[in-house]
Every structure is written in structure tokens, then in C-alpha cells.
């Protein structure tokens, strides 16, 4: 176990719903960061978040967003969803300590079903 | 050309045999290698993490870095059932930032099957 725990464990929808999946981080890591993976792309980052701010984007599309709250929770909100978005997204969190290269650790994700 | 090229495998080895898997990679960029191993229907655990060139062991795993040739490998020695899995190589840039490493750039993944 992680220690980073995401909720729902599986989501099925119809296309153009919202959904919202969240993040709940290690205790003390202040970064999470969110991928998505499927069979063809494989995993892909798509942003970062450290201590409530945006650090750094991937192959986010615009109907994705993210955010972090003041508790170091994150959310990852998909909307007008497509039949591509089909994909397993995981949640990473790390301590993010400066000078330093850290691990990040991964929860045990959300599968998307868009029917 | 992608940025991080592994083969998907399948691979299937029996117990006890050495494995061997590899990417290669372009950017040049790049400086920290790691290796998760992801079993099926869980999140990527980190396995091996290495700075720069050189060799790297832990156990049974050997990580091992070739910057000049752009590729990586890890070895697996005495390989058993409890390591099947798939296997992802991801790499960052610098990682030395303030709030946090770079993201990580991950191969498609290699799976794995050991057979007793």
C-alpha cells in the first residue's frame, strides 16, 4: 500500500457527462501529480500540483482540469467526455523537497468506463 | 520519434532464468532513470531508481544506464513467479526544481510472465 488512496475505484458513464476523480496524498507529500494510461499511449502525465499551485502541465486537453485544496487533496475533473477518455488515471504523490529528486508514489487508481 | 521506446513484450521466462528488459530514449535531456514494476489492476510501484550512467544493484535487480547510447536495462537474476508483472522504465529531466521533480516521461510498459 501507497499510501495514496483515490476514489472511485471505477466509473463507468455515457459521453459528454463530468466526472470528477479524487486524490488523496502520503501524509506530508505536498505534490501530487496525475496520469492517465491506456493500452496505446500507455502512461502519460498530464499535470502536477504542489502545495495548491500548478507546477507543471503534460497532455492535458482542455476539458480536463485539475486542482489541489488547502488539504493537499486533489481532484481531476473530466468533462464532455469522449469514448477515448476510456483510460485508467492515477493519482502520484511525492514530498517534493527542493534540491531533491524524489520518488513518486502511486495509487491504485480510477478506471473510466465512457459508453 | 517517442521520447521513451520500450517493447511491449509479451516476455515469458521460466523460474530461475535471468530477464532482461530495456528502453532507449532521445532526449538527451535526461538524467534520472527509474524502473516500476506494475502488478495487474494496481497502481506503479518504484523498483530501481539511478543518477546519470552506471550500474545500480538491489537484490535480485540490476539497473544499469548508458547515456551515450541512450538506453537502459534492467536485469532480473533467479527470476520467480512473484515477478510477474509489467515493468515501466520512465525518466525526468532534472529533477532538481523547487516544489517537486519534473514529470516523469514512462515507456509503454513490458509484461512480464515467469512460469513455475
Known amino acids: 500500500d501507497s499510501g495514496v488512496t483515490q476514489t472511485p475505484k471505477h466509473l463507468i458513464t455515457a459521453t459528454g457527462q463530468r466526472v470528477t476523480l479524487r486524490c488523496s496524498p502520503r501524509?506530508?507529500?505536498?505534490?501530487v501529480y496525475w496520469y492517465q494510461q491506456s493500452l496505446d499511449q500507455g502512461l502519460q502525465f498530464l499535470i502536477q500540483?504542489?502545495?495548491?499551485?500548478?507546477?507543471a502541465k503534460g497532455n492535458i486537453l482542455e476539458r480536463f482540469s485539475a486542482q489541489q485544496f488547502p488539504d493537499l487533496h486533489s481532484e481531476l475533473n473530466l468533462s464532455s467526455l469522449e469514448l477515448g477518455d476510456s483510460a485508467l488515471y492515477f493519482c502520484?504523490?511525492?514530498?517534493?523537497?527542493?534540491?531533491?529528486?524524489?520518488?513518486?508514489?502511486f495509487g491504485p487508481g480510477t478506471r473510466l468506463t465512457v459508453l | 520519434q517517442k521520447e521513451v521506446e520500450q517493447d511491449p513484450g509479451p516476455l515469458s521466462v521460466p523460474e530461475g532464468a535471468i530477464v532482461s528488459l530495456n528502453c532507449t530514449y532521445s532526449?538527451?535531456?535526461?538524467?534520472?532513470f527509474m524502473w516500476y514494476r506494475q502488478y495487474s489492476r494496481k497502481g506503479p510501484e518504484l523498483l530501481m531508481y539511478?543518477?546519470?550512467?552506471g550500474n545500480k544493484e538491489d537484490g535480485r535487480f540490476t539497473a544499469q544506464v548508458d547515456k551515450s547510447s541512450k538506453y537502459i536495462s534492467l536485469f532480473i537474476r533467479d527470476s520467480q513467479p512473484s515477478d510477474s508483472a509489467t515493468y515501466l522504465c520512465?525518466?525526468?529531466?532534472?529533477?532538481?526544481?523547487?516544489?517537486?521533480?519534473?514529470?516523469?516521461?514512462f515507456g509503454k510498459g513490458t509484461k512480464l510472465t515467469v512460469n513455475p
Open positions: 502520484a504523490s511525492s514530498v517534493a523537497l527542493q534540491g531533491m529528486t524524489d520518488t513518486q508514489y
Open positions: 501524509s506530508g507529500d505536498l505534490s
Open positions: 500540483y504542489y502545495n495548491g499551485e500548478e507546477r
Open positions: 532526449n538527451s535531456a535526461f538524467q534520472y
Open positions: 539511478t543518477y546519470s550512467s
Open positions: 520512465a525518466m525526468s529531466g532534472s529533477g532538481i526544481t523547487q516544489g517537486g521533480s519534473e514529470k516523469l516521461v
